[in-house]
C-alpha cells in the first residue's frame, strides 16, 4: 500500500520569514495530493491540493509543488505569520479501483515566532 | 452550506462494551471516509462509504464496522472496546472519489 513520510516533524520560524514542508510518497499511482492544517483541538482544515498533471499551485502565501518523477511534493507558507502556527499534514490518495483512501504523513508542527 | 456534523463530541466507555458514531456529511456529497487519530499513529484510514456501499477498508480489525444510509449519512461501530481505541475519531465528506475531503470536528472516544 502507499506510504507518505513527511519532514520535519517540528518547525520553528521567525514571524515573516518562509516555511517549508516536505513529503514523499511509494506509490507512483497516487494522483492526488491534499494538505492539512490542524490546529490545536480543532479539525483538519484543507489548505490546498495538487493533482499529478500539475507541477506546482499557489493560493496567496501558500504553494505546493510536485515532483512525480522523485514521488516527493512539498509545501511552501511565505511571509509567515502566528496564526500559521499549527500541525500541517500532508497526504496522497490513489482512484485505482475506485474511493477515497487518504494516506497521511505523520505531521509537521509549526511554530511561528515572533 | 453547513460542513460535516459529527455526533457526540465526547464519549466515554469501558472496555468490553460497543458504541456507534455519526457523521452527517456535507450536502451533495456521497463519500464518507472515517479515520482514527491517536498521538502515536497519527491519522490513519478506517474505511469510506460511497452510494452506501463500502469502496474502501484500511487495516483495522473487523471490531470495526460502518455502514451508510440512503441519505449519505454514516455510522461507524466498534464493538468490544479496548483501551487502544481511545482516539479522535474523524468523518471526512467528498463529492466522489479524488475529491477533496472536508472533516468534521470528531468524536473523542475515552476508554476506561
Known amino acids: 500500500g502507499e506510504n507518505v513520510e513527511q519532514h520535519p516533524s517540528t518547525l520553528s520560524v521567525q514571524e515573516g520569514d518562509s516555511a517549508v514542508i516536505k513529503c514523499t510518497y511509494s506509490?507512483?499511482?497516487?494522483?492526488?495530493f491534499p494538505w492539512y492544517k490542524q490546529e490545536l483541538g480543532k479539525r483538519p482544515q484543507l489548505i490546498i491540493d495538487?493533482?499529478?498533471?500539475?507541477g506546482e499551485k499557489k493560493d496567496q502565501r501558500i504553494a505546493v509543488t510536485l515532483n512525480k518523477t522523485a514521488k516527493h511534493f512539498s509545501l511552501h507558507i511565505t511571509e509567515t505569520q502566528p496564526e500559521d502556527s499549527a500541525v500541517y499534514f500532508c497526504?496522497?490518495?490513489?482512484?485505482?479501483?475506485?474511493?477515497?483512501?487518504?494516506?497521511f504523513g505523520t505531521g509537521t508542527q509549526l511554530k511561528v515566532e515572533l | 452550506k453547513a460542513g460535516v456534523t459529527q455526533t457526540p463530541r465526547y464519549l466515554i466507555k469501558t472496555r468490553g462494551q460497543q458504541v456507534t458514531l455519526s457523521c452527517s456529511p456535507i450536502s451533495g456529497h456521497r463519500s464518507v471516509s472515517w479515520y482514527q487519530q491517536t498521538p502515536g499513529q497519527g491519522l490513519q484510514f478506517l474505511f469510506e462509504y460511497f452510494s452506501e456501499t463500502q469502496r474502501n477498508k484500511g487495516n483495522f480489525p473487523g471490531r470495526f464496522s460502518g455502514r451508510q444510509f440512503s441519505n449519505s449519512r454514516s455510522e461507524m461501530n466498534v464493538s468490544t472496546l479496548e483501551l487502544g481505541d481511545s482516539a479522535l475519531y474523524l468523518c471526512a465528506s467528498s463529492l466522489s472519489e479524488n475529491q477533496p475531503q472536508h472533516f468534521g470536528d470528531g468524536t473523542r472516544l475515552s476508554i476506561l
Open positions: 497526504a496522497a490518495t490513489t482512484n485505482t479501483g475506485g474511493g477515497n483512501k487518504l494516506t
Open positions: 506509490d507512483s499511482a497516487s494522483n492526488y
Open positions: 495538487i493533482r499529478s498533471n500539475v
